[in-house]
């Protein structure tokens, strides 16, 4: 089995985190970030994006589809609950995890790197790529077409979703004091929604946001160790104020 992945992919982490809490055997395929689209395609995908899997020759790509197809695969430790109505809670939280949570530190990072030549190079020498001075000039305008044209991001849709992460920081820890994630066995919707708040705690401004929070203390559990803390800058004013500081006016 083979995993195409980016280093700095949150989704990529998670589908590797379910093969590993599967015990599954797999190989990673690293792919430079930037170069999925030309590398998935080489690799025969239709599609252009991470994580992207190929079992036995079959080719699976998008998270909800790696969750799925690896526990049709192998069944235990499960990662969907048998009982229905626990299932459908999971699957509802896995979903709002990839389609409203997972899109934030993406749509914030990519934003970031289309503008600041410092974490251009500071992500290419994290991802091992030679040159990174070079690469990370070179590589201006490429992250500005992931950045504008692929993400859609904008001054106001980064705004927008800084203003929007203290309620979904909130949603997190509900889903936590509900049970449907955070239980002794992690299950699907703990490593969709729990990797995009890793890789959330790798933005400096963001961790304090997070740390202290139910959601934070997941993340760690769940990915101890995903990458590191990026110099990413956000306009400080548009960064909203952890909840202790708000409780305290
Ligand atoms: N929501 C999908 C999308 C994943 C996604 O957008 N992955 C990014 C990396 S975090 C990617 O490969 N983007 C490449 C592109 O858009 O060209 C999933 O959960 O698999």
Redesign the pocket.
């Known amino acids: 089995m083979k995993l195409y992945s ?1 280093a ?5 982490r ?1 589908a590797g985190l379910m093969l590993r809490y599967k015990g599954i055997e797999h190989e990673i395929v690293d792919i430079p970030p930037g170069m ?2 030309v590398m998935l395609r080489l690799s025969g995908f239709r599609g ?4 992207a899997l190929r079992i036995n020759g079959r080719k699976v ?6 969750s799925r197809a690896v526990e049709d695969l192998q069944p235990e430790p499960h990662l969907f609950p048998v009982d229905p109505e626990q299932r459908a809670a999971v699957e509802e939280a896995e979903r709002w995890g ?2 409203d949570l ?2 934030s530190p ?1 749509n914030m990072f990519r934003w970031c790197i289309s503008r600041d030549y410092e974490l251009r190079r500071a992500l290419a020498k994290t991802t091992g790529m030679p040159m990174p001075s070079l690469v990370a000039r070179l590589m201006k305008p490429v992250g500005w077409y ?1 950045a504008r044209v ?2 859609g991001t904008s001054d106001e849709s980064i705004r927008a979703d800084l203003a929007a992460l203290p309620e979904q920081l909130d949603h997190v820890d509900e889903l936590i004091a509900t049970g449907a994630i955070g239980g002794g066995q992690p299950n699907a919707a703990d490593f ?1 929604i729990a990797i995009s708040v890793r890789v959330l705690l790798n933005f400096p401004q963001l961790r304090p946001l997070i740390e202290s929070r139910p959601a934070g203390e997941l993340a760690m559990r769940i990915a101890p160790n995903f990458g590191a803390a990026l110099p990413i800058e956000l306009p400080t004013e548009w960064v909203p104020e952890p909840v202790s500081a708000r409780a305290s006016g």
Do not use: C, D, K, Y
Not at 8 to 12: D, F, G, I
Not at 48 to 51: I, L
């Open positions: 980016i700095v992919s949150h989704p990529a998670a999925q689209r252009a994006t991470v994580p790509q998008g998270s909800l589809n790696v990839e389609a997972q899109p993406r992931f692929v993400s969709q």
